[in-house]
């Protein structure tokens, strides 16, 4: 039993199907942006380092990105599954994954990729940022994170699938029906 990669763009609702995902199944889900936040609410040094980082809407960087998740590896237990929620975002924490992952005697069975038209997704964060108060899903913000999406995490694409490793889902319709086609995606990647 693996563990699995969500990709999507930011607002392609990666981070709700993850979520509703585990707690169908009973698995753990791991959101570096949440990981962030909660430094940012906490007020730790990370947080404090990161908070800037994640207002500009730009990535922080790979060593303490994946310092953080080798970290929140340690906690969780080899027989849970994982699904990774905004990790990888690089081709370099796309290498790191793999050897965090060995690290601890686990590996990738799969990434899902959420796909989701650019208007779309501007639309849906601006509404996700006054309902949540998130202060990087401004019209200012979304436009630099999807920009800064596709010079870094775009290519991540192309490497999982050149690996045969990628399902894509249609991102578009209602929660339900999004939620309807990840399972699919999931079950066929996990019964690979
Ligand atoms: P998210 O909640 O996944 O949309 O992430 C919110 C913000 O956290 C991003 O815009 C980045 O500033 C930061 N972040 C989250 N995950 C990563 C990552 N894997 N690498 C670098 N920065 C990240």
């Known amino acids: 039993m693996g563990d699995i ?3 999507g763009p930011p607002g392609s609702g990666k981070g709700t199907q993850a979520q509703k995902l585990v707690r169908e199944n009973g698995w753990v889900q791991l959101s570096t942006g949440d990981l962030f936040r909660s430094h940012i609410e906490a007020a730790t040094e990370l947080g404090k380092r990161v908070k800037p980082i994640l207002d500009a809407g730009t990535y922080v960087p ?9 970290q929140r590896l340690r906690d969780i237990p080899k027989e849970t599954r994982i699904v990774f929620d905004g990790f990888p975002r690089t081709i370099d924490q796309a290498k790191a994954i793999d050897r965090l992952l060995s690290e601890v005697g686990r590996g990738l069975d799969g990434v899902i990729y959420l796909d989701v038209p650019r208007n779309e997704l501007i639309a849906r964060v601006i ?42 889902v249609d991102g578009t319709g209602t929660v339900e029906e999004i939620a309807t086609r990840l399972g699919k995606a999931a079950e066929a990647t996990w019964s690979r």
């Open 5 to 7: 990669i969500f990709m």
């Open 127 to 168: 509404t996700r940022g006054k309902r949540e108060g998130r202060s990087d899903d401004t019209a200012r913000v979304i436009v630099k994170r999807l920009d800064v999406y596709e010079q870094n995490t775009r290519p991540l694409i192309d490497h999982y699938k050149q690996r045969g490793m990628l399902r894509e």
């Open 62 to 70: 790979d060593d303490i990105t994946v310092e953080m998740v080798r």
